[in-house]
């Protein structure tokens, strides 16, 4: 399967915003032996590097920059790919997430899995996007495991202390299992057409590396299988979500080492910001040291304009803790309680998300700036917004499953009226679940994607949905 989808690329990443320029990343896999042409740019011929080597196929990259304030190109063996390019006035951005499912995804009919790719691909034809967010589980690496004796029972089963070379041998496996899931992905023609011409940011979420990392017990976690599984999906996730590898990753990142992936983008008027709510994650903390430490220095630095905060978990969300407490006393629904510890309402969380709440709170605040949170995960569409007090309000906008089929109308029901009960975790600040404009339930049903967009000063929010279609804006 790999090599039919040989060559890849360009897949286009966002590396950085500066000096009036965009600084960006051109990725392109090959098979082994095969190096691909240089990029032309307005600079110049940029060639390509190296980046990884898998039994099937060569990852390589060209990093080079085009003007921030206006529309250019580059191109590629003699194809030309337009880029909108312009940050400094109206502007538009897409947000997708959830990009598969968690069994056969592969084996999915490729123009079922991707209509709402292909809807999102004639939205940039009609009005181009400037950027494009992808806010978690952009594969479904559930599957990874499988056909591996040290992990095909994961995380259910582990075995009994495996030697260095049994684990080397399942890094291997899970690293060209990694590479297919990625390549299947990224070739899919209704992204990639996309996605080599609008730069993609992305952050990472739990399908990413398995279901529900970080809310699984420790002894999966840090058992040599559970770090193994780590490391591969981290390399990946570096490889194919940015376009880096490890000693090279983008100035955005707070972290150099990459202990944390977390990002930081700004551009005229607007942060793009984007903790990572994995790599420190355990049962009893959502983010580490690294993820604190960036959104404190964030919350300290005074930006005019707007800022969209990425939380993969959605930061604003119904009284889970009731949902929680009937899923561990029923055994048959113990298996679904790391889906709830994936939650920022979880009961395990509850102090890390009052402080989360209050930083961003404060950051809504400040004189000339607003705050948005963006986030997808739950495979429905869906709003909120927190009270902030004199006639202010923090929303939320979910956006999530671009390719993931939407689960039962009931579950979208059930949510809503747990979402009449309100939540407040915050004294004074309660947080009220909305509608979507046009929509009768708090929760919809249906694959979609988002639209933001700026006009002016203005910022206002649009979701394609996929059977009710583009709704009315909505003022952010």
Known sequence: MTSSLLPLGPVLFLDDVRDGLLHLAALFVTDPGQTPPPLDTPDGPQPVTRLAGYDQATVWRARFTLPADRPSAYGWAGDRYEVAGDLTGDLRLGYVSCNGEETGDLLREGSERNAMWARLREEHRRRPLALLLHGGDQVYADEVTHDHPLSHDWPDSLPDAPSASALAGLRQHLRERFLTRYLAVLAAPEAAWLMARVPSLMQWDDHDICDGWGSLRRSRLGSGVGQTLFSAAREAALLFQHGACDGDLPRRFADPAGHHL??????????????????????????????????????????????????????????????????????????????????????????????????????????????????????????????????RGLQQLVASGIAHRAPPQGWARFLGTLASLGEGP??????????????????????????????????QARWDLETSGLTDPLAL
């Open 262 to 391: 977390g990002w930081t983008v700004r551009a005229p008027g607007l942060r793009l910001l984007a903790p990572d709510l994995r790599s420190e994650r355990t049962r009893r903390q959502v983010m580490g040291p690294g993820g604190w430490s960036l959104m404190e220095a964030e919350s300290r630095t005074p930006l005019p304009g707007h800022t969209l905060l990425l939380s993969s978990v959605p930061l604003l969300g119904p009284r889970l803790s009731l949902l929680e407490a009937v899923m561990v006393a029923v055994p048959k629904m113990q298996k679904y309680e790391d889906d709830l510890r994936d939650q920022w309402q979880s009961r395990a969380h509850r102090d890390e998300w009052r402080r989360m709440l209050q930083m961003v709170a404060e950051m809504a605040r400040q004189p000339g700036h607003a705050l948005t949170a963006v986030s997808g995960e739950i495979h429905l569409a869906t709003r909120a917004v927190m009270d902030l007090g004199e006639g």
């Open 426 to 459: 915050l004294p004074g600040h309660p947080i009220r679940i909305g509608r979507l404009p046009g929509q009768r339930g708090r929760y919809v049903a249906e694959r979609n994607y988002l639209l933001l967009e700026r006009q002016g000063a203005e910022w």
